[in-house]
C-alpha cells in the first residue's frame, strides 16, 4: 500500500503530541500527518504517565487524524481501531498480542506498546485527533521501573528497520480507520473484544485501594470498563479508577 499520510521526521522533542497540538493551534497542519521522534525528552502515556523509549531504538510517534467523521459519545471506536491496526502489524510478525485497556498492547504478560489519543471535539463531533503510539522496536533493556516490557527485537531476537516497521504500522492503521468510516460499529466492537486482554476471564482489580475479582464483559463506546464483580454487582470504571492485579 502506498504510504497514506505524509511524515515530518524530528531528531528531538518534548513529545510529539505535544508537537502535533502545537503544529494544530498554529494551523500549520492542514493535512492528516505523522510525526516521528528520533527522541523524545518527556514521551507521555495515559494521565501524564511517562513512556520510557531508548532514542533510535523504538517507534514513535504521533497521526494527526482530522475525524469529524465520529460522533463525540463514540470516541473511544477510533482507540479500537489504533489498537487492533497494532494488533494486527504485531500479529504480521507472529507476535500474539492483545489489547489491555485503556491503552496498552500486551504480548502475554508484558506490554510491547502504548497509545495515547487526544480529542479536540466541536458541538458533538470530534474536530481532530492527535494519535500518540509507543511501539517498542529494537530496545533491549529497560530500566526497573518498566519491570514487564518488552520489544519486539527481544521476543524475536532480530533487529527490525525502523522506517519499515512504521509504513507497515500505519498501513494497518490506515486500513482500520477506512472500516471505522463505514459505521459497522457492531463488528468492530465484536473485533475488539475478541482481542481485549482478560475479555470473559476471572482477573484481580483494585479500584479505590479495595481489591476484588471479577469479569470484563463489555467497553462502552465512550470508554468505560464493565466488570460483573464476584459478588454478582455490574460496576463501570473510566480510566485510572481501576488497575489489574
Known amino acids: 500500500m502506498e504510504q497514506p499520510w505524509p511524515i515530518i521526521?524530528?531528531?528531538s522533542v518534548s513529545s510529539t503530541n505535544n508537537y502535533a497540538s502545537q503544529l494544530l493551534s498554529e494551523n500549520k497542519i492542514v493535512?492528516?500527518?505523522?510525526?516521528m521522534a528520533y527522541k523524545q525528552e518527556?514521551?507521555?502515556?495515559?494521565?501524564?504517565?511517562?513512556?520510557?523509549?531508548e532514542p533510535g531504538k523504538n517507534l514513535t510517534f504521533s497521526l494527526?487524524?482530522?475525524t469529524n467523521f465520529i460522533n463525540a459519545r463514540k470516541q473511544f471506536t477510533l482507540s479500537h481501531c489504533v489498537s487492533l491496526a497494532i494488533v494486527d502489524y504485531l500479529r504480521i510478525n507472529d507476535l500474539k498480542a492483545k489489547i489491555k485497556w485503556p491503552n496498552d498492547i500486551f504480548v502475554d504478560d508484558n506490554k510491547i506498546a502504548g497509545i495515547l489519543i487526544e480529542n479536540s471535539i466541536l458541538d458533538k463531533?470530534?474536530?481532530h485527533s492527535i494519535v500518540g503510539i509507543g511501539l517498542n522496536v529494537n530496545q533491549e533493556k529497560f530500566s526497573d521501573r518498566a519491570t514487564n516490557a518488552v520489544s519486539m527485537k527481544k521476543l524475536l531476537s532480530k533487529d527490525f528497520v525502523l522506517q519499515e516497521v512504521l509504513k507497515s504500522l500505519l498501513d494497518c492503521i490506515k486500513n482500520w480507520i477506512d472500516f471505522l468510516k463505514t459505521n459497522?460499529?457492531?463488528d468492530l466492537k465484536k473485533e475488539y473484544?475478541?482481542?481485549l486482554y482478560g475479555f470473559g476471564e476471572m482477573k484481580k482489580f483494585i479500584s479505590k485501594k479495595v481489591e476484588f475479582q471479577g469479569t470484563i464483559i463489555e467497553v462502552e463506546e465512550t470508554g468505560e470498563l464493565v466488570i460483573l464483580a464476584d459478588n454478582g454487582?455490574?460496576?463501570?470504571?473510566m480510566f485510572k479508577e481501576i488497575q489489574f492485579l
Open 31 to 35: 493535512e492528516e500527518t505523522v510525526i
Open 64 to 66: 494527526v487524524l482530522f
Open 193 to 195: 473484544l475478541d482481542n
Open 42 to 53: 518527556h514521551g507521555r502515556g495515559q494521565q501524564d504517565n511517562i513512556w520510557e523509549s
Open 125 to 127: 463531533t470530534l474536530q
Open 233 to 237: 454487582r455490574i460496576q463501570k470504571f
Open 184 to 186: 459497522n460499529y457492531q
Open 9 to 11: 521526521n524530528l531528531n
